[in-house]
Each structure stands twice: as structure tokens, then as C-alpha cells.
């Protein structure tokens, strides 16, 4: 069981940034497409980005061109980096994967069999 932990959650003002970033245990991304996930209180749960094992990408209308999302060079691990934050994004995030080496495609939907235990991003000020 591939076991996902996101971090970089936290309190920012509107307006800031944080880099959330989802990270495994004793083993490479490089063959999972990844998705970031949000849930909002009394909300459903929202894909906003994902990428894919050659490295596609795809955001949510309500991220795009404030969110990126890529892999590091450690290879266990993809971020998230989130600018020009408003109120509207705090929720709960998660990132989830799914084994699908050299493909170009990933998903938002939630059909994903790894799930991380979330991040809390708060943005008040």
C-alpha cells in the first residue's frame, strides 16, 4: 500500500502563497499520475490538479493560473504551489495516486486508490 503524506498546509493571508507538498514512503512517483484534491466545510470533495507520469498537467477553472503543480527532484515527491491565495481555497487538501507509468494522461476525478490523511490551508487575514 503506497502511503501519501501531504504537508505545507497552514494560516496565510489573502493575497499569500504555500507550497503544499505530497511525499512517499520508500518509493518513487514517477509511475503514479497524481492528483490534489480539496474539501471545503459542508462542500464535496474537488480535484484541482493533477499530473501525469510524462508530466501533463490540468487544473480546475477555479485554480488555474494561480496553482502549479509538478514533481520534485527527489522523485518521491510532488508539490503544489499555490499563489495568490483567496478565502475561498481554504479546505482541507489531499493529494492521491494512481499507478500509471509513460502515460500522458491523469485525472481529476476521484478515482484513486491512494489517498493521503490531508492539510489543512486556512486563508483569513
Known amino acids: 500500500q503506497l502511503q501519501l503524506v501531504e504537508s505545507g498546509g497552514g494560516l496565510v493571508q489573502p493575497g499569500g502563497s504555500l507550497r503544499l507538498s505530497c511525499t512517499a514512503s520508500g518509493i518513487t512517483l514517477n509511475s503514479y499520475m497524481i492528483a490534489w484534491f480539496r474539501q471545503a466545510p459542508g462542500k464535496e470533495r474537488e480535484g484541482i490538479s493533477c499530473i501525469s507520469t510524462t508530466g501533463g498537467t490540468d487544473y480546475a477553472d477555479s485554480v488555474k493560473g494561480r496553482f502549479t503543480i509538478s514533481r520534485g527532484r527527489a522523485r518521491n515527491t510532488v508539490y503544489l504551489q499555490m499563489n495568490v491565495l483567496e478565502p475561498e481555497d481554504t479546505a482541507i487538501y489531499y493529494c492521491?495516486?494512481?499507478?500509471?507509468?509513460?502515460?500522458?494522461?491523469?485525472?481529476?476525478?476521484?478515482?484513486?486508490?491512494?489517498w493521503g490523511q490531508g492539510t489543512q490551508v486556512t486563508v483569513s487575514s
Open positions: 492521491a495516486a494512481n499507478w500509471n507509468p509513460r502515460s500522458p494522461i491523469c485525472t481529476m476525478s476521484p478515482h484513486y486508490s491512494n
